[in-house]
């Protein structure tokens, strides 16, 4: 039976959160607090999604040794465990939350090596969960051994499918995905600013700069370009329309996870049918919610569609 959302993580992690006073390069720190959440990019948009009340389907490669702390999110959460899971064990990833600034450190660790044998169990996976107009996202970094071209053939593949696809993820494996001669491209993608400049090889000095670039994309197939910029807001552009949409700066306990947090905005509301407005509302809200607490977690749904309402959108300025 197809599911109606899947993620797709092929290189997740466990996030052990740090959090000290002020963080000084070389100095000894006593921290105040230490937390491990189940995580990896498309773990994150689920978990979030859960929290909404979609329950969404996830696959990816999880190593045997060490799959206790997301069993136990996934069972918590009523998400639908499709991971294959290999020998070794899943990577543990730091990310150090400084108080005094509110900005997160993160120290990322190679992945597990993915098999062809293991990828391909994955493939399986997803055509077993994924039929015409499903969303899955596909999120995150690749394992070092799997070719720069993967999130190329699988948006291909997944396409053929009927799936819209939600790209997440930078550098290689994004240039390959919207490489030129791809022709079957991502309904949905969510770079940041600076990994959209990485992408064009210029600066996007100014929001008609980033519109342009979106509209490039666009103009070859791709749905919607959401540009995160952190406390500036997000960009959401279209063939028909280009907004803004932010909310105040809130304190932030952790920034980790919060694109990823505004990746399952879009999703809920693409999963709903919702016009491009409502999109970035939700994707605004989610992002900022998410920043209250550690870990790939959401407050209430009213504490959510309360930030949603409140959140400023207005037509891009291309001036």
Excluded at 49 to 72: K, M
Excluded at 146 to 171: K, N, Q
Aim: with cysteine; glycine share 10%.
């Amino acid at each position: 039976m197809s599911a109606a959302v899947v993620t797709v993580t092929l290189n997740p992690a466990i996030d052990r959160t740090v959090t000290v006073d002020r963080l000084t390069l070389g100095a000894v720190h006593r921290a105040r607090s230490s937390q491990s959440n189940a995580g990896g990019k498309g773990v994150n948009v689920a978990g979030c999604l859960a929290d909404w009340g979609i329950r969404p389907a996830v696959t990816g490669v999880l190593g045997r040794d060490n799959t206790a702390p997301f069993e136990a999110f996934f069972a918590a959460k009523g998400i639908d465990d499709r991971f294959v899971r290999a020998a070794g064990e899943t990577r543990t990833n730091i990310k150090i939350a400084d108080l005094a600034t509110g900005d997160t450190t993160d120290l990322n660790l190679p992945g597990l090596p993915v098999s062809t044998a293991t990828y391909d169990a994955v493939w399986r996976t997803l055509v077993d969960v994924v039929g015409p107009g499903t969303l899955v996202v596909v999120a995150g970094s690749l394992p070092e051994n799997l070719p720069a071209a993967t999130y190329a053939m699988l948006v291909a593949e997944l396409t053929r499918l009927g799936a819209r696809v939600v790209l997440d993820t930078s550098g290689e494996p994004l240039a390959r995905a919207l490489a030129p001669e791809v022709r079957s491209l991502p309904h949905v993608i969510k770079p940041n600013r600076a990994e959209l400049e990485d992408f064009v090889g210029r600066p996007l000095a100014s929001n008609g700069e980033i519109v342009a670039a979106a509209r490039d994309l666009v103009a070859r197939g791709v749905g919607l370009v959401a540009v995160s910029r952190g406390a500036e807001g997000a960009l959401f552009v279209t063939a028909e329309d280009a907004l803004v949409a932010r909310l105040p700066p809130v304190a932030a306990l952790s920034t980790v996870g919060a694109g990823d947090a505004m990746v399952a905005g879009i999703v809920a509301g693409l999963a709903a049918d919702a016009s491009l407005a409502e999109i970035a509302r939700l994707g605004v809200a989610f992002a900022a919610a998410k920043l209250a607490g550690v870990g790939p977690n959401l407050p209430s749904v009213v504490a959510v569609r309360e930030l949603a309402v409140a959140a400023e959108l207005r037509p891009v300025d291309v001036d």
